[in-house]
């Protein structure tokens, strides 16, 4: 199905681990965008990618590493979870200024 | 940096009442402004989106934003609240360069009394 899709949709991990959460979308929009959303915050940028191999930091990176080898994937990778990164974590693709959002995932640190 | 803030982080009307849910932004050059809404334990949809066209933006279920250049305000209401539109509603801007980032306000949390 067309669309952008996150998984997996729930997780669960322990401190120290390393996790990664995928997004793939099906329009091939050039931008992508990773966000991260806690209550009293809204969503905060943490990383974007304009293109394949263009990836760029935004407001709350630290902790996180993300790569962009094809088009179509944008996975976000924490190194070494920690309890703070216990939050809702976004994808979003653009074309020019029209935004797609993913179902989001859920992710627990314990 | 871009900034957006969004006044009161509970609203609270009547069904039937007027919805205002306030917005202002800190670029000095208008940026594009979007109007995103949450329900509980979903994504995100958008409502409406000002691109420099008309300074009034109708959008999905009835909501309309007003863009106030002297203002820098971008502020999201609906004439006659429904239950439905309880939800978490979201303001976002968007500079007019090259990195198409969408920097969210905190969100307003509506709550609809029957």
């Known amino acids: 199905d067309a669309g952008i899709t996150q998984s997996p949709r729930y997780k669960i991990t322990e401190t120290g681990r390393q996790v990664t959460l995928m997004c793939h979308q099906t329009?091939?929009?050039?931008?992508m965008f990773w966000y991260r959303q806690d209550l009293g915050h809204g969503l905060r940028l943490i990383y974007y990618?304009?293109?394949?191999?263009?990836?760029d930091k935004g407001e709350v990176p630290d902790g996180y590493v993300v790569s962009r080898s094809k088009t179509e994937n944008f996975p976000l990778t924490l190194e070494s979870a920690t309890r703070s990164q216990t939050s809702v974590y976004f994808c979003?693709?653009?074309?020019?200024?029209?935004?797609?959002f993913g179902s989001g995932t859920r992710l627990t640190v314990v | 940096a871009q900034s957006v803030t969004q006044l009161g982080s509970h609203v609270s009307v009547s069904e039937g009442a007027l919805v205002l849910l306030r917005c202002n932004y800190s670029?000095?050059?208008?940026?594009?402004l979007f109007w995103y809404v949450q329900y509980p334990n979903q994504g995100l949809q958008l409502l409406l989106k000002y691109t420099s066209a008309a300074t009034l933006v109708k959008g999905i279920n009835g909501f309309e934003a007003e863009f106030k250049k002297s203002e820098t305000s971008f502020h999201l209401t609906k004439p006659s609240a429904h239950m439905s539109d309880a939800a978490e509603y979201f303001c976002?801007?968007?500079?007019?360069?090259?990195?198409?980032?969408?920097?969210f306000g905190s969100g307003t949390r509506l709550l609809v009394r029957p």
């Open positions: 990618s304009a293109a394949a191999d263009i990836t």
């Open positions: 670029s000095s050059v208008p940026p594009y």
């Open positions: 329009w091939s929009h050039s931008y």
């Open positions: 976002a801007v968007s500079e007019r360069d090259s990195s198409y980032k969408l920097i």
């Open positions: 979003a693709s653009s074309q020019y200024y029209g935004y797609t």
